[in-house]
């Protein structure tokens, strides 16, 4: 006897009836994965320090494509309140699907400058903040039976050192082992865990920075795609990949989007005749 192949699933990437909490979500990569998240079908919640117009501007979009929207006001910077914060979002949401650790902070700073109290805030937004909203939200998707997705936006500072980063670059390499970590605790319950890894994307925290137009230059000479640094819409599709029926058996990975910065251990083309 022979059975009829069931048809392929031609809408993988459809996350319909899905809810997603997007941290940071009112610019750069944070607001380019949400806008991505609502396109392909989910309802989105964003979070920022302070909500305002940027987060009214993503609201109006998501609902304009027929998605539920929120926007949640918190400073993640304030890891006790975590687990209420987490609460308040699972309350007004009703449950999440996917979460995704977006909200970050980097400085440029020389080893010997950096203070105590700088590394302690780069510390409690990159690491304490992503690993205790993920154990919030984790602890709830089990209880609901939610096969859940914890996707978070790391760096490829967290594989490759940066001068001038060292609180950053360890800050970002703890996110790879948070992630791994969990995604071993909660396979189990149908959970995944895996990190993005950005390299250098053109945001507005290359305005907040600083970053000097020569140093643009340079760095884009090292980029072998294209000699151009990313956008945020490109970093984006790896979310909602994961995120999706398509990204079901993928855990405890990371996926670089650099444009293929760090697959060259010495930058020698120019040299070669």
Known sequence: MTHASSPPNLNRFDLTGKTALVTGGTRGIGRAIAVALAEHGADVAITSRRGGSAAEDFLAHARSLGRRAWSFAQDLVEVEAVPEFAQRVWDEMGHVDVLVNNAGIAFFEKFDAITLERWRQVMAV???????????IAIRMIAQGVRGRIITVSSTNALVAEAGQAHYNASKGAIELITQSLAIDLGRHG???NSINPGLIDTEIVLDMNIPPEFRAHSEAQIPLEHRWGTPEECAPAVVFLASAAGAYITGQHIVIDGGLIAQQFPRDSFLS
Do not use: G, K, M, P
């Open 126 to 136: 990159n690491v304490e903040a992503v690993f205790f909203l993920s154990q919030q």
């Open 191 to 193: 959970i995944t865990v």
